[in-house]
């Protein structure tokens, strides 16, 4: 468990001691029976690309096309990394409408590239019409 981004060993143990509680163990067993997916589906899986993979992505801003809920749901679908402030780590900014002053200044700063949606989102397709 602790091979995985940013799971250390404190949420690790957490996780074990979570699961060897039979309380909780029998509230899982009660919401899968209840009809709570506790899985992703073979076609949303196949639906994750590697498009942004390694890429830590910023988002700012208001959208239009999609949510921002979905906006970060489709960085982790492509293997990018959702991050919430603008570092030299920061790969780009995929910035909405009325993008935070302070973010902007930073990344103008730190050379960080700035993507619309039309330009992420083509970003994504592009890759995925290649494979």
Do not use: C, W
Request: avoid cysteine; aromatic fraction near 4%; hydrophobic fraction near 40%.
């Amino acid at each position: 468990m602790i091979s995985v981004d940013e799971i250390g060993e404190r949420i690790a143990q957490s996780v074990v001691q979570y699961f060897a509680d039979s309380l909780n163990v029998e509230m899982i067993t009660r919401l899968k029976a209840a009809g709570l997916q506790m899985s992703l589906s073979e076609e949303k899986l196949q639906a994750h690309g590697d498009s942004l993979a390694g890429l830590s992505i910023v988002i700012s801003g208001t959208f239009s096309i999609h949510s921002r809920d979905e906006y970060k749901a489709m960085i982790e679908m492509n293997g990018g990394k959702n991050v919430g402030s603008v570092s030299t780590k920061t790969s780009f900014i995929l910035a909405g409408e009325n993008m935070g002053p302070e973010k902007l200044k930073k990344a103008e700063n730190l050379g960080v590239r700035i993507v619309d949606e039309v330009t992420f989102l083509s970003m994504i397709n592009d890759s995925e019409s290649e494979e």
